[in-house]
């Protein structure tokens, strides 16, 4: 229920900044890329992607309310004796590996702080919620061989909680209706930090 009357809050605050938009200057962002996942502090190795919808409503030339939609898929892995942390009965030589979905919606604020021809260069923040899952495993070594491996330990969880996410971002006009160009994303998601660097695909209406 608390989830449900989230996110229909934000949906109506970013209804509301639709509102106060000026005609012609509604600008659809398409994002995607590679993670660069840090869950913990842990550097342990990792490969995932992110995509995102970014809706953006201008109240004048640089100024705008934006809507967004972000979502990840990571994996995760490493040595249990690398661990920040690990229980005591986890063989130090078995491996920790995590699966992890998250998706977010926020609103907020953006600004083009550079602009210039065709080149425009924005900064923009959103805050909302988010839902995350992980499924993590420890597969412990048969014998002492790496290559034979049984699951030691297997857990999954979802939960929900508060989701801040920022963008700095480029975009080439190619013309007036359609850009392109380049961003770095910061997203905290249920206390899961996740940054990305991505492709922009955008449209104005």
Avoid at 6 to 33: M, W
Avoid at 42 to 71: E, H, M, P, Q, W
Avoid at 105 to 110: D, E, N, Q, R, T
Avoid at 122 to 127: D, H, K, M
Wanted: proline share 2%; hydrophobic share 35%.
């Amino acid at each position: 229920m608390q989830l449900r009357k989230t996110v229909l809050t934000t949906l109506l605050l970013g209804a509301t900044f639709a509102s106060f938009a000026q005609k012609g200057t509604i600008k659809i962002d398409l994002k995607g890329g590679f993670a660069l996942p840090e869950q913990e502090k842990l550097d342990i190795d990792a490969t995932g992607y992110v995509i995102g919808l970014n809706t953006k409503f201008y109240l004048n030339n640089r100024i705008y309310t934006l809507l967004k939609v972000s979502g990840d898929r990571l994996d995760r892995e490493k040595k249990v004796e690398k661990l920040f942390y690990s229980p005591e009965n986890w063989p130090k030589d078995a491996n920790y590996k995590v699966k992890g979905k998250d998706i977010a919606i926020g609103a907020g604020l953006g600004y083009d702080f550079f602009k210039r021809g065709n080149h425009t260069l924005y900064v923009q923040g959103a805050f909302g919620i988010g839902t995350s899952y992980k499924e993590e495993r420890v597969y412990k070594n048969i014998n002492g061989n790496p290559n034979h491996q049984s699951v030691y330990h297997s857990d999954a969880y979802t939960s929900t909680d508060w989701a801040l996410m920022g963008d700095l971002g480029y975009i080439y006009s190619i013309n007036k209706l359609i850009g392109i160009g380049a961003s770095y994303s910061a997203d905290y998601i249920c206390w899961g930090f996740t940054q990305s660097f991505n492709a922009n695909l955008q449209f104005t209406f």
